[in-house]
């Protein structure tokens, strides 16, 4: 009696059945999502500090100054310090708070750096705490990134870039922070 051939041995060159273009089209799906975690995911990690998306708002042409926001935080059980933060876009990086008096707005410069509380977050943010680059070297333009160090008291420094996000945006995206915070 003539045997006959297994049918997925005798098929054409090319031809594909259900399951292959199912399992074809989960991996690519799965592929998509992995890759969009990945870009989504915009933080560093040092010692016990997450940094958890640094970002900038993009600058007018011909500014030479511009803003850094990011949420720093400890999982550890001692406190830490930013201390400081260099950035080659600008010829300097400082620490500021932004207060309000009588009816003005003040930026002050924060001496002795910013205190990450163990087990806490420091959030840098518009009308608040910040980094300014002062006296840029090129503008920072929408969706760029851009390069920087943060130096810790305790962790030590750890290289990020910020995400330049609009000229007018004015918060961090919730989806960016692990603690929703």
């Known amino acids: ?5 297994h049918p997925r041995r005798s098929r054409p060159i090319g031809r594909f059945y259900g399951e292959e273009i199912l399992a074809a089209t989960l991996f ?11 870009l989504l995911a915009h933080e560093y990690k ?25 949420a720093i935080h400890n999982s550890g059980a001692t406190p830490d310090r930013l201390v400081s933060a260099f950035a080659p876009f600008a010829r300097r990086v400082e620490l500021q708070e932004m207060t309000m008096k009588d ?9 002795g750096g910013l205190e990450i509380p163990a087990g806490g977050t420091l959030v840098l943010e518009p009308s608040s705490h910040h980094l300014v680059f002062v006296d840029l070297k090129e503008q920072l333009k929408e969706g760029e990134m851009m390069d920087a160090t943060l130096t810790f008291e305790k962790a ?4 990020i870039q910020y995400r330049i996000e609009a000229i007018g945006a004015t918060a961090i995206d919730k989806m960016h922070h692990p603690l929703g915070q």
């Not at 030590?156 to 290289?159: D, R, S």
């Open 103 to 111: 009816g003005l707005m003040r930026m002050m410069p924060i001496k």
């Open 1 to 5: 009696m003539p045997q006959r051939p």
């Open 156 to 159: 030590g420094k750890v290289k």
């Open 28 to 38: 690519a799906l799965c592929l998509l999502l992995v890759s969009a975690q990945q």
């Open 46 to 70: 040092v010692g016990d500090l997450l940094i958890d998306h640094p970002w900038a708002r993009a600058t007018p042409l011909g500014s030479d100054m511009g803003a850094g926001y990011v």
